[in-house]
Nanobody, 122 residues
Framework: QVQLVESGGGSVQAGGSLRLSCAAS?????MSWFRQAPGKEREGVAR????????YYADSVKGRFTISQDNAKNTLYLQMNSLKPEDTAMYYC??????????????????WGQGTQVTVSS
């Protein structure tokens, strides 16, 4: 079992920044950030391959968001810059030891955190 605990969400104005954290009881091979806006499906926004730090981003966040890991702390981060109102969502940390195809699918991940809310106002 892997426990994931997100933190760092909040309210910010458009153009601002937030950094989300995901404290993991242990790393898995692939770890990702998903988000879900009201009335919409949960979508993957960023993924990291923890053995090498290789990353993947959804087009909607590419160039604005950065996923990273701190191996000493078993913590995953999502640095979010130039935030837009459409980034408003609940953000979830997810983990799996099996290769997850692109586009990211909820069913490919075994472990989930409880989520942290991000609200961006215009």
């Amino acid at each position: 079992q892997v426990q994931l605990v997100e933190s760092g969400g909040g309210s910010v104005q458009a153009g601002g920044s937030l950094r989300l954290s995901c404290a993991a009881s242990r790393y898995t091979v692939y770890m990702s950030w998903f988000r879900q806006a009201p009335g919409k499906e949960r979508e993957g926004v960023a993924r990291i391959y923890t053995p090498t730090g290789g990353t993947y981003y959804a087009d909607s966040v590419k160039g604005r968001f950065t996923i990273s890991q701190d191996n000493a702390k078993n913590t995953l981060y999502l640095q979010m810059n130039s935030l837009k109102p459409e980034d408003t969502a609940m953000y979830y940390c997810a983990a799996t030891n099996y290769f997850p195809p692109i586009p990211a699918r909820v069913g490919d991940y075994s472990y989930w955190g409880q989520g942290t809310q991000v609200t961006v106002s215009s």
